[in-house]
């Protein structure tokens, strides 16, 4: 028998399963657990149906549309008993939902026979579908292992490249809308090229890393790292630096928003709209579920509620995606009043229940500091960079202004070194106090002049600023 032929099984038993997992949707619960296993009942489906539609067992009709694994016997052959297996836990879920659904008229009697039901569905109901659904999402992640759609590159089952290419594009719009750009990408190429190398690799070795990155979760608890440190300590190379880790180590989607980007310093929520914009570029589920849920004119932005929504959608049918945030004190000097703070409250909400990792590096602010101590759904790591953590990158940095000056390059080794290691002194562990000091080091300037430079040099970059600020307004008054 054909290929076709004999997957026709699966396709059916899919479609079987699919049917009913829709059914289970219409019903409506009537109790606050009841509610939880229903949104997990509904994301986990997604998942499902996502995986069918991208495997090509939908619109199946030949096994030029079949997933490549699907032609293998013994991977069609275990697929059938999964789905068999969910098909037997969709019906008990359907016989289930379907009997919360059948309600009473509303009279002190039917009041009674409610509780009376509300306690029987507690004793077990409750019980029974929390067994079901996890076994459910065990199913559904194993027929993800055995026939993997996450990042196919193959473009056959969903027709021609150029027509995927053109939703995709059409997505980014409705998703994006005309009025932001996203750059994020040349972000991070940026901080990536302003690494020296040797540097950065410090955080790598932090337990508070390790351990936010190094395992994945036992349970679905989102997990914030929060990096953060005074201006100028090179912040967003170092964020750069690990994002590059991350997608290094493959555990999931990495999705990135650094604070030059848009209208992000205005309004936090469009770094909503950059991760998923990412998210439905990189990853085919969520390609799925963004296109079932764009609407037809795609020249109207979607409104920030559907985005958030649709996030929250991804985040829970694609297992551990790691969500950048890069320099969120940002949006603390020009957005609406605690506008961080909402954001960062929203964004808990958002990764409830889901396996998420999300990164965030900024100044240590207040208002950012009372958010993410007061998580409710989510677990906070910080990490407080010092001065000691960066030395050793000071002295490369500064070295390295050293050794790159031409006009420098008559001294002796001995001056340079006696140089850079005074800038190292009086900076104070701050990488934009030693860029500041690039351009008067190439004027030219006997050694006299040059050490005079350095030791006028007020410590910290807010004495700079304070400094530069003053030589302003005194040509303004000239």
């Known amino acids: ?24 949707e219409t019903y ?25 539609r991208l495997a090509g067992l939908v619109d199946a009709k030949n096994d030029q549309k079949l997933h490549q694994a699907l032609l293998d016997d013994e991977v069609r052959n275990v697929v059938e008993d999964h789905l068999r297996v969910i ?3 969709l019906h008990a879920n359907d016989k289930s939902a379907g009997s919360q659904g059948q309600g009473e008229p509303g009279n002190a009697s039917s009041t009674w026979k409610r509780r009376i039901r509300v306690i029987r569905w507690v004793l077990k109901t409750k019980v029974e579908r929390t067994a079901q659904l996890k076994l459910f999402c065990e199913l559904v992640q194993q027929l993800h292992n ?38 994020t990408r040349e972000n991070y190429g940026n901080a990536i090229e302003r690494r020296l190398d040797g540097t950065c690799n410090w955080i790598l070795k932090r337990k508070a890393f390790t351990r936010w990155c190094g ?31 991350l997608l290094s180590l493959e555990i999931g989607p990495v999705v990135h928003v650094f604070s030059e980007y848009g209208n992000f310093r205005e309004d936090p929520y469009t770094a909503v709209r ?56 940002e949006c603390l000097q020009s957005g609406p009043t605690k506008a961080a703070s909402k954001f960062l409250q929203s964004l808990d909400c958002i990764l409830a229940k889901t396996t998420t990792r999300i990164l965030i590096t900024s100044r240590d602010e207040p208002e950012i500091r009372s958010a993410l101590v007061t998580l409710r759904y989510s677990e ?3 990490y407080k960079i010092t001065p000691e953590d960066v030395h050793n990158d000071i002295q490369s940095y500064s070295q390295s202004i050293i050794d790159g000056n031409r ?10 070194d006696s140089l850079s290691q005074r800038m190292v002194d009086r900076c104070q562990g701050q990488f934009l106090w030693l860029k500041l000091q690039e351009e008067p080091l190439r004027r030219g300037l006997n050694r006299q002049h040059l050490q005079k430079l350095i030791e006028e040099s007020p410590p910290g970059i807010s004495n700079i600023y304070w400094r530069y600020a003053n030589l302003c307004q005194q040509l303004q008054r000239g």
């Open 87 to 89: 098909e037997q836990i």
């Open 407 to 416: 006009k420098l390059s008559k001294q002796s080794q001995e001056f340079r």
């Open 28 to 52: 409506k619960a009537f109790e606050t657990d009841s509610d939880r296993l229903n949104v997990q009942f509904h994301a986990e489906r997604q998942r499902f149906v996502a995986w069918g």
């Open 215 to 245: 395992q994945e979760p036992t349970s679905k608890v989102s997990k914030f790292l929060w990096i953060h440190g005074p201006a100028g300590f090179g912040k967003t190379v170092l964020c750069a630096h690990m994002i590059k880790h």
């Open 380 to 382: 906070l790591t910080e």
């Open 146 to 183: 055995l026939v993997p759609v996450d990042n196919l590159k193959d473009d056959r089952l969903n027709g021609d490249c150029d027509v995927k290419a053109e939703d995709r594009k059409e997505l980014n719009a409705w998703i994006m809308g005309q009025q932001f750009s996203d750059g």
């Open 274 to 329: 950059s991760w998923v914009s990412q998210l439905v570029a990189e990853n085919n589920i969520a390609y799925e579920l963004a296109k079932a849920k764009s609407e037809p004119d795609v020249n109207q932005a979607a409104p920030k509620s559907v985005v958030v929504e649709l996030l929250g959608e991804i985040l829970r049918a694609v297992p551990h995606s790691c969500l950048v945030l890069d320099g969120l004190d």
């Open 1 to 24: 028998m054909e290929a076709a032929g004999l997957a026709l099984t699966v396709v059916s038993l899919y479609r079987a399963c699919a049917h009913i997992a829709e059914k289970i």
